[in-house]
């Protein structure tokens, strides 16, 4: 009986030994590499914010109108239709950047990769808390360890704490500049594995955010530090961005879609008004003339429009332009350009935060965007229509970032919250009350998956109001 018991406590053990070995599969590796997992998200995270910027992004911010599916547009913002819902997409992102940076503190190995991760990090938490304001951060990207009721961090520590935005871009660049390895960054299609070239995004990410959070707390020292060390994007050729092409798979995603999605976006009043009055010949690059025009001319429709209601004609009004469909060679995946950089020097220089000469960088800006959006910039552009000293100087700063900003996911709303420019339109059929939406409303899983934490969080907004502003939201 002894014996029995004996040999079926070693069977036992050798079958749990063994066990682990025998349903591992020997083709499937246990853990990702970094350099796959960062092209995944950069391609990812730049892919689909691009479109969310078209559909949705352009909305908000009155670049496009959305003829119908359009509650969105009608700011009914918690019903996202052929877009608007950006969460689960930064989301996805954050927590497969998060397995990079836990990679590369673990294993000497993968420590280059620490300074990118870092960065990506930061860019991509702040477009996350300036669409939601207060959103799972600490807790919210944890991966194996994920924490699935995460907590709901506060703005400004999310921008201000430890290993919070600022942190993380400070930490990248020190990251960068002291590695002292061999090994090449892969998987980097930003930038082809150039750390400098990182570098040079994270400073021009200190002044992007600097400038975001400049209305609620004193960032002028700063700020004239990293102009006085320079080493931020200054060309377009430095700039933070990928190429679409014109083919599948890696082409924009309008132009994979059946033809009546693409059609159902059209110029917005705004934007036409906007570009018509500066005599700006973007609009023939970022728009078509409308069927029915005789001579070649543009036409935009008021945001908002009650489908049920007004029987809109397509032929009407511009559709957008071939580089959104046909040519999408000439688009990029927008993270951070040069001409971004010079706008927000040019504002911080005119609002006093540092010695700069704003009319220069304006210039610089204005230069730069045209060529980026490969149109011709007219000799008298910046001596007439366009020109710094043409009224109010710093509407229009923000309003030529506003305009190159079109394919830049849900920047240029971000900006008209933070700046007031350019003014934008009470819409045709408002579902808000005729008010401008300030924050994007947290999607309807939260509160059913994450209820004790988003009760807490949706209290602090009014309900989880769109009307609640962020906390960097005050006037300048």
Not at 310 to 334: I, M
Not at 461 to 467: H, V
Request: with cysteine; net charge negative.
């Amino acid at each position: 009986m002894n014996l029995i018991l004996v040999f079926a406590l070693v069977f036992a053990s050798s079958c749990t030994k063994d066990f682990e070995e025998i349903n591992t599969n020997p083709n499937q590796p246990v853990a990702v590499q970094p350099s796959l997992l960062l092209r995944q998200v950069i391609y990812d995270y730049g892919e689909q914010m691009s479109y969310e910027g078209f559909t949705a992004g352009d909305l908000l911010g009155q670049y496009r109108t959305a003829l119908d599916f359009n509650l969105f547009d009608r700011h009914d913002l918690k019903s996202p239709q052929l877009g608007g819902n950006p969460w689960p997409i930064l989301y996805t992102n954050l927590r497969d950047n998060e397995e990079i940076l836990r990679l590369s503190l673990e294993n000497p190995t993968f420590e280059v990769y620490e300074g990118p991760a870092r960065i990506l990090k930061a860019y991509m938490a702040g477009a996350l808390t300036d669409m939601f304001g207060d959103v799972p951060y600490s807790e919210g990207f944890q991966g194996k360890t994920e924490t699935v009721t995460p907590v709901y961090d506060n703005q400004e520590l999310i921008y201000n704490g430890e290993e919070g935005i600022f942190d993380n871009l400070e930490k990248g660049i020190n990251a960068i500049e002291n590695y002292a390895g061999t090994i090449p960054l892969e998987g980097d299609i930003l930038f082809e594995g150039d750390l400098q070239a990182w570098v040079r995004f994270a400073k021009s990410l200190q002044i992007k955010f600097l400038m975001r959070t400049s209305n609620v707390q004193d960032n002028a020292a700063a700020l004239q530090s990293l102009v006085d060390e320079g080493g931020f994007i200054t060309a377009n050729s430095q700039n933070a961005a990928f190429d679409f092409n014109d083919g599948e798979p890696n082409n924009f995603r309008l132009a994979r879609l059946r033809i009546g999605d693409f059609n159902n976006f059209v110029l917005s009043e705004t934007m036409d008004e906007i570009l018509t009055d500066l005599n700006d010949p973007r609009i023939s690059t970022l728009f078509r003339p409308f069927s029915n025009s005789t001579s070649g001319e543009y036409n935009g429709l008021l945001n908002g429009v009650d489908a049920t209601q007004n029987a809109v004609v397509l032929a009407d009004f511009s559709l957008a332009g071939t580089s959104f469909r046909e040519a999408t060679s000439a688009l990029d995946a927008n993270f951070m350009t040069s001409w971004e950089t010079h706008f927000l020097l040019a504002e911080a220089a005119e609002r006093g935060f540092i010695t700069a000469n704003a009319q220069t960088l304006y210039e610089t800006g204005v230069t730069q965007a045209f060529e980026y959006w490969n149109t011709a910039l007219p000799a008298t552009y910046l001596s007439a229509e366009g020109a710094f000293t043409n009224g109010d100087a710093l509407k229009n700063i923000i309003t030529q970032k506003w305009i190159a900003n079109i394919i830049n996911g849900y920047e240029g709303w971000i900006e008209y919250r933070r700046t007031g420019f350019p003014q934008l339109k009470t819409i045709s059929a408002s579902l808000n009350n005729d008010l401008l939406p300030v924050r994007m409303p947290y999607p309807a899983e939260e509160q059913a998956l994450n209820a004790v934490n988003y009760e807490v969080a949706a209290a602090r907004t009014d309900g989880n109001s769109i009307n609640s502003p962020v906390w960097w939201d005050e006037a300048p």
